[in-house]
């Protein structure tokens, strides 16, 4: 190793580079500090092509100190010699940096390590399901879902098949009470006998038996002409009709029921019509009698008839009539609606034999029958 303050000797050979010791001097830069105790001050040994000190430097602040050579070596130490620069392809070409020691160069050595797509939202931001698989909720909603919409849309296709839309209670009854007629025994339509507590003249009680039913069928000539014709908005589905006599067989009243085609609206359009235009109360629409042989009612034709009324109901396909005379076959010159002929103080024939009550309360118990069997109250008590 030279000799402190000596320069070495120059060296043509190629060494190996200084060890850290000879880079960083060990020694803190001692000029202007004076000298060691015990003994003189004596320089540093500084390494060779460096600058010498000045006087003026009097901190120990580390001096920027040039590269050695790159042949420069220390002897006795084991550090491996640099890698060889790639030679400029210029005469004035730069020094380049080695790419393997670039932190943007492709062959970094180092793993590459990149952050997943974080769950909850997609690319657009929108909210998605956490996890591959549904919740059990969900899968459980799901199914009720299913089951419910299947349930309705059979309960719905059967309401449909059977010719009901289900949806309304009323619309139900109307429809059942247009199918009484083929469904309900002819005596709880048509009772053998029926009683009329307080319903005769001035109160007093009445009881009709039935003596002769008709066969069903349709309406052709069950009516007189206008008559037909007034009823012939609603159609006419099936007439039924049955003859009663009082207890005495004096009187003898027909009672009918007409199943008509219309709906609840035609129905509500044609009560409407009799009520304004009166028409209940017209002689030219009476309705025709039922006159059975072999009964009391055998001679109970056109002429015979004193009393009569029809009801059109609302909440049932059916139209109520009923006309009374005397059994005994006698015509009646001027007939009179029962409206009228069971009037107080009303003195006509009819009223006077009780016909318009006969008329009225066999019509109302008949009414009460068909209603007893659809479920719905009575509209007309009496």
């Keep these: 190793m030279p000799q402190s303050g000596a320069a070495a000797p120059p060296s043509s050979a190629a060494a190996p580079p200084p060890s850290p010791s000879a880079r960083f001097p060990d020694a803190a830069p001692t000029v202007g500090r004076g000298a060691p105790r015990g ?44 890698r060889a620069a790639v030679p400029p392809s210029g005469p004035a070409a730069p020094r380049t940096p080695d790419p393997a020691l670039s932190w943007s160069t492709p062959h970094d050595p180092r793993p590459l390590i990149s952050f997943g797509e974080p769950e909850g939202y997609d690319g657009l931001a929108r909210p998605r ?12 909603a799901a199914v009720c879902l299913v089951l419910g919409v299947g349930l309705l849309t059979g309960a719905v296709t059967g309401s449909w098949l059977a010719g009901d839309s289900g949806d309304d209670g009323a619309r139900s009854a109307y429809t059942e009470a247009g199918d009484l ?7 709880q339509l048509f009772p053998p006998t029926l009683l009329g507590k307080g319903a005769g003249p ?15 069928g349709d309406c052709a000539g069950a009516f007189d002409r206008l008559l037909a014709k007034a009823l012939d908005p609603v159609g006419c589905s099936r007439l039924l009709r049955a003859t009663y006599t009082d207890a005495t067989q004096s009187y003898v009243t027909t009672v009918g029921l007409l199943f008509t ?37 055998e001679g109970f034709g056109a002429p015979q008839r004193a009393s009569w ?17 005397w059994a005994d076959g006698r015509t009646v010159d001027e007939p009179e609606p029962a409206e009228e ?30 209603r007893k069997n659809i479920g719905t109250p009575t509209e007309h008590p009496s």
């Design 129 to 140: 399901p956490l996890g591959g698989r549904p919740r059990p909720q969900a899968v459980a």
């Design 181 to 187: 007629w083929h469904s309900v025994p002819v005596d």
């Design 39 to 82: 003994g003189a001050a004596q320089a540093p040994s500084r390494r060779p092509g460096a600058p010498a000190q000045t006087p003026t430097e009097t901190t120990a602040r580390l001096r920027p100190i040039p590269a050695a050579p790159e042949a420069e070596t220390a002897a006795g130490t084991d550090v491996p010699a640099p």
């Design 341 to 370: 002929a069971i009037e107080s103080g009303a003195a006509s024939a009819p009223a006077q034999a009780g016909l318009g009550h006969d008329a009225k309360g066999l019509a109302d118990r008949v009414e009460r029958a068909l």
């Design 202 to 216: 001035g109160g007093a009680d009445r009881t009709w038996t039935r003596v002769a039913v008709a066969p069903d």
């Design 261 to 297: 085609k219309a709906d609840a609206a035609a129905m509500t359009a044609l009560a409407d019509r009799f009520e304004k235009q009166g028409l209940g109360r017209r002689e030219d629409l009476m309705p025709l009698p039922y006159a059975a042989k072999d009964t009391v009612a």
């Design 309 to 325: 009324t029809v009801s059109v109901l609302t909440d049932a396909p059916v139209v109520v009539y009923a006309v009374s005379g």
